[in-house]
DNA sequence: CTGAAAGCGCTTACAG
DNA sequence: CTGAAAGCGCTTACAG
């Protein structure tokens, strides 16, 4: 037997396809429909195992109850904590999540965007990789439902959802400082990326508030390809470099870089603070602190405002938000 | 200006949309659609920006290029690691992905393949919760191209992907018994689950051929819900009981495991394994040896059998892939 | 070589 | 209170 239709359902009833609709979409009390035939509509519906053809419902409204979802890469706890907020959110609303991973590309960016659109999806998530604002404002244009997460860009007439970078990293140098460090590493990647970039301004104001001198030597940006390599070669020229602590930018930069400096017998002699907390840290035994990301609450203020746009076409308010990011110290609640 | 339709670049450029059609899907050799012609069509279509509108086509075709993916959780880095290389191979495949969590609940787990079924996908990978037989009968009823992974089902007529579970826990077991061990925990969540329950079976083996008896206090199994606290009881109870070392069923019952076990002074002292090896194990400093899972040949291994089904209807063959594990000490490669 | 037309399964004004 | 019909944007036999 092919796939329930509408149709079939109203000619099994003898009514109309119109009727079976209206009752099924639950209309039937603005047109009054007669109980007993939207009752006899709605059981044949379960008897039958109608399930509603989302393309032709699609084609017809426009809407597809599909949210598109970009991250960096979704094998990356940070995103993948992300996406299921955003998946637990969206589907309180009745809406599903389709997702992609950019691995930071500018050119898969741009590809998933695309797909996106063709597939209708009703909004669209995205953490943006460096050089995206083409792609960016191409969804703009198009006037797709847009919200940015984790990074915000400058300039741009988008929403998006962040911690407070500068701040958050601020905080953790000088708590470095506070503790008599000198030579402080800062290990991140792409130092290009907006996010990235505010957290070592955050660095860099704390050293300056200080009058400490920035050191090139100790700020490593290691890129997303190769990066198991290149993150130990990192260390091992801040080892050379003498340092007495490190601010890590991210989760998968501080576990990757704690990994290197296992090959190194003083590394629990050193300071560490971290942006994100990820488990790791816990079993580390390393003398650590952390800002740990409200990721729930990312997820949920991202939605607040993709949600205002998509079921107000005509709201166009553009919100730049800044959570505040907590300390914590991994294992000691 | 609303979207760009096919109808739009046909009359802009008097020509018929089929016309259009037939090029932009490039089917024009074969109905040898002149070669100017083809060329500016081709031109509007990037000149005017055009895209696809995939619900119309889905709604002609059948086929939405689309996948459906239903884990335990996103937010698990074995599943989020397993999601990525699906994602990949999807997308090389030209195809998309949604995804889903069930959280363990057959409930959950039958409104995503309903959700699945409305919106078209054109297979469906599903990692099984207890009790969803029912969810999954009707898929196959339908006629959905599916494939289970991490956990078959026993006497369903539907194919599946896992690692050999029995054999990694039996090996694991062995380890520890080796090595002298006489007590030994064995944690994990949900033993009704296919894939927990044969692991169950490998330490079972194992302890019987050595003529050792299965201590029920030893057993663990721990529900999905309050997981932290019921991992917390659950380790109090395997001190209590004095091991002398733990199987870990899974990476997520392992970490949470070590959590609970930091605040015993003597849990360094015991023997570990672990099916699964996830980062945290090598800032443990513990005694543990793991089976690492293939996931990428997991993901590859289903998305060839799925599209199998996909690409020829009439292909019916079953199978039940079992793949071997490895050995890995984390840490030491 | 190309066009006119049907039809996928819905929703929704419109008519009665 | 309900039905007939149009139309969303495609693809694809069919006709010429």
Same mark, same amino acid.
């Given at each position: 037997m092919?796939?329930?239709?509408?149709?079939?359902?109203?000619?099994?009833?003898?009514?109309?396809s119109?009727?079976?609709?209206l009752v099924?979409?639950?209309k #039937?009390?603005?047109s009054? *429909?007669?109980k007993? @035939?939207?009752? =006899? !509509?709605?059981?044949?519906?379960?008897e039958?195992?109608y399930?509603p053809n989302m393309a032709?419902r699609?084609?017809r409204?426009?809407?597809?109850?599909?949210?598109?979802?970009?991250?960096?890469d979704?094998?990356?706890p940070f995103?993948a904590?992300l996406?299921?907020?955003i998946?637990?959110?969206?589907a309180?609303?009745g809406?599903q999540?389709?997702?992609?991973?950019?691995d930071?590309?500018?050119?898969?960016?741009e590809k998933?965007?695309?797909?996106?659109?063709?597939?209708?999806?009703?909004?669209?998530?995205?953490v943006p990789?460096? #050089?995206?604002?083409?792609? *960016?404002m191409?969804l @703009?244009?198009? =006037? !797709?439902?847009l919200v940015?997460?984790d990074?915000?860009i400058?300039?741009?007439?988008?929403?998006?959802?962040?911690i407070d970078?500068?701040g958050?990293?601020?905080?953790l140098?000088?708590?470095l400082?506070d503790?008599?460090?000198k030579?402080?590493?800062?290990?991140?990647?792409?130092i290009?990326?907006?996010?990235?970039?505010?957290?070592?301004?955050?660095y860099?104001k704390?050293?300056?508030?200080?009058?400490?001198?920035i050191?090139?030597?100790?700020?490593?940006?290691?890129s997303?390809?190769?990066?198991?390599e290149?993150?130990?070669?990192?260390i091992k020229?801040?080892i050379?470099?003498?340092?007495?602590?490190? !601010?890590?930018?991210?989760n998968?930069?501080g576990v990757q870089s704690?990994?290197?400096?296992?090959?190194?017998?003083?590394y629990k002699?050193?300071?560490y603070v971290s942006?994100?907390?990820?488990?790791e840290?816990?079993?580390?035994?390393?003398d650590?602190?952390?800002?740990a990301?409200?990721v729930?609450?990312l997820?949920e203020?991202?939605?607040d405002?993709?949600?205002?746009?998509?079921?107000?076409?005509k709201?166009?308010v553009?919100?730049?938000v800044?959570l505040?990011?907590?300390?914590?110290?991994p294992?000691k609640?």
């Open positions: 092919a796939r329930v239709s509408i149709k079939d359902i109203a000619e099994k009833l003898g009514v109309s119109a009727t079976v609709s099924l979409n639950e #039937d009390k603005d009054r *429909i007669g007993e @035939v939207a009752e =006899k !509509v709605r059981k044949a519906a379960i039958m195992n399930r032709a699609s084609l409204t426009g809407k597809t109850k599909t949210l598109g979802l970009i991250v960096a979704i094998s990356n995103f904590k996406a299921r907020h998946e637990n959110i969206a309180d609303k809406y999540v389709m997702f992609g991973s950019s930071e590309s500018s050119i898969k960016f998933l965007t695309h797909l996106f659109i063709e597939k209708n999806v009703d909004g669209i998530i995205v990789p460096q #050089d995206s604002e083409g792609s *960016i191409e @703009v244009k198009r =006037k !797709v439902p940015l997460v990074r915000g400058e300039g741009l007439p988008v929403s998006s959802i962040q970078n500068v958050a990293s601020f905080e140098t000088n708590i400082l503790r008599g460090c030579r402080i590493g800062f290990m991140a990647y792409n290009n990326l907006p996010n990235i970039k505010k957290r070592y301004e955050g860099e704390a050293l300056k508030m200080r009058g400490l001198p050191d090139s030597n100790l700020v490593c940006s290691v997303f390809e190769n990066f198991e290149n993150v130990k070669r990192a020229t801040l050379d470099n003498d340092i007495d602590s490190v !601010v890590f930018a991210t998968r930069v704690l990994i290197a400096l296992q090959d190194y017998v003083d002699k050193l300071k942006i994100d907390n990820p488990d840290y816990i079993f580390a035994d390393i650590i602190t952390c800002i990301q409200p729930k609450e997820g203020r991202t939605l405002i993709l949600f205002k746009y998509i079921e107000n076409p709201y166009r553009v919100e730049y800044t505040q990011a907590n300390i914590v110290i294992g609640e």
